[in-house]
Structures are given as structure tokens and as C-alpha cells.
């Protein structure tokens, strides 16, 4: 079993539209969560940053993370052609214990249609 | 502000030879992470450069070797080259190992 699931899509929406994407893991020792836009051949972008259970907001974006159901999600309000892309979501461990080293889903990939 | 820069863009070679990938960190970052990503897979973490050293490594053979210098940069060396090692390859800076990280555009490697 991976360590981080997320659902590989493809997602395709209509312009306007909320997007709903989410991840799941199984490591209870994740304490951060960051989810991350990649065009396609680029490098990945990131988008949010998180740390406490509860919603971030940035602009038409919210992140949201259940720390006791293992479960981290990001809404896109208002979807735009422009964020057609895929969407990983990534976590580590805590400060002492990771020196960094992030684990990634899979990525979703979102076709935000006209 | 330049970021996160690496090059080549793109890398052909085939089986068993040799290549170094090289990045350069965004300004004020002191550490550099590595990562492959295979077609339609996630990024999977190779090793993390702080301080010139090797401070942690994921699961890849030691085949995949690195290199911090004392201006931050860094290069990816990976020897006697697969094809499955046929992948992008990713660089993320931070400052601090436990901080945000930033990717560069990455480099297309194509293992023939």
C-alpha cells in the first residue's frame, strides 16, 4: 500500500465550475501538507502550505486537511481554463524527524473546459 | 529573482553510460532536494544536499550519486544508466531542509 493515494482522475469540468480533489495516507507521522499545480513538462508549482487540521484559504483556492481522518483535499472555486494541469498533493514528517523529504500522490489531472 | 534552475532541458543517452544534471537554487536557499518522476507518477524523493553533505536519501541505488557545492548548487550524477531510469528529473530548493520547497523545470532524461 502506498503511502499517500490520490485519485489519478483525468477530471474534466466545465468553466465556472468547483473542483474537488483529494488525497489520502496512511502515515500518521506526516504533520505538513502542500499541494502542487504541474503544466505539462514543467516543474510543479506550489499552491498551498499547510500545517493544522482545519481550512486555508489563498484566493480561489482552500485547502483543507483531517489529520484524524488521514485526509487532505483542495477546492478550486471557479475554475478557469488556465487551471487545466495536474495536482499533486505532497506531505512530510515532522520538523526532527524527515530533514524534508516529501512524498507525492500520484497527481489528478483537471481539464477545466470552456 | 531567478528561481529554481536546471539544466540541460533535455538528455539523451543510452544504456550504461553516465550523466550529470545540474540546478541551481533560488536566491537565499541553502539547500537542494532531488527528485525522479516517472510518466504519470508523482515525484519520488532521490536525496537532500545541506551543508555540501548528504544529509537523507530515498530509496535509490547507489548508482545515483550527488554533489552540493559551496555556492548552493548542485549536480545529479547517475552511473552504468537503465532504461527505466528514463524519467524527470526534478530540483527543489529551500531554505532549511524543513521549509518550502521550489522546483526547477527539471530535466527530461531519455535513457535509449
Known amino acids: 500500500q502506498k503511502e499517500v493515494e490520490q485519485d489519478p482522475g483525468p477530471l474534466s469540468v466545465p468553466e465556472g465550475a468547483i473542483v474537488s480533489l483529494n488525497c489520502t495516507y496512511s502515515n500518521s507521522a506526516f504533520q505538513y501538507f502542500m499541494w502542487y499545480r504541474q503544466y505539462s513538462r514543467k516543474g510543479p508549482e506550489l499552491l498551498m502550505y499547510?500545517?493544522?487540521?482545519g481550512n486555508k484559504e489563498d484566493g480561489r483556492f482552500t485547502a483543507q486537511v483531517d489529520k484524524s481522518s488521514k485526509y487532505i483535499s483542495l477546492f478550486i472555486r471557479d475554475s478557469q481554463p488556465s487551471d487545466s494541469a495536474t495536482y499533486l498533493c505532497?506531505?512530510?514528517?515532522?520538523?526532527?524527524?524527515?530533514?524534508?523529504?516529501?512524498?507525492f500522490g500520484q497527481g489528478t489531472i483537471l481539464t477545466v473546459h470552456p | 529573482d531567478a528561481g529554481v534552475t536546471q539544466s540541460p532541458t533535455h538528455l539523451i543517452k543510452t544504456r550504461g553510460q553516465q550523466v550529470t544534471l545540474r540546478c541551481s537554487p533560488k536566491?537565499?536557499?541553502?539547500?537542494v532536494s532531488w527528485y525522479q518522476q516517472a510518466l504519470g507518477q508523482g515525484p519520488q524523493f532521490i536525496f537532500q544536499?545541506?551543508?555540501?553533505?548528504?544529509?537523507q536519501r530515498g530509496n535509490f541505488p547507489d548508482r545515483f550519486s550527488g554533489h552540493q557545492f559551496p555556492n548552493y548548487s548542485s549536480e545529479l550524477n547517475v552511473n552504468a544508466l537503465l532504461l527505466g531510469d528514463s524519467a524527470l528529473y526534478l530540483c527543489a530548493s529551500s531554505l532549511g531542509g524543513n521549509n518550502e520547497q521550489f522546483f526547477g523545470p527539471g530535466t527530461r532524461l531519455t535513457v535509449l
Open positions: 505532497a506531505m512530510r514528517r515532522g520538523i526532527t524527524s524527515s530533514y524534508g523529504k516529501l512524498t
Open positions: 536566491s537565499g536557499h541553502d539547500t
Open positions: 544536499y545541506y551543508e555540501e553533505e548528504e544529509r
Open positions: 499547510t500545517y493544522s487540521s
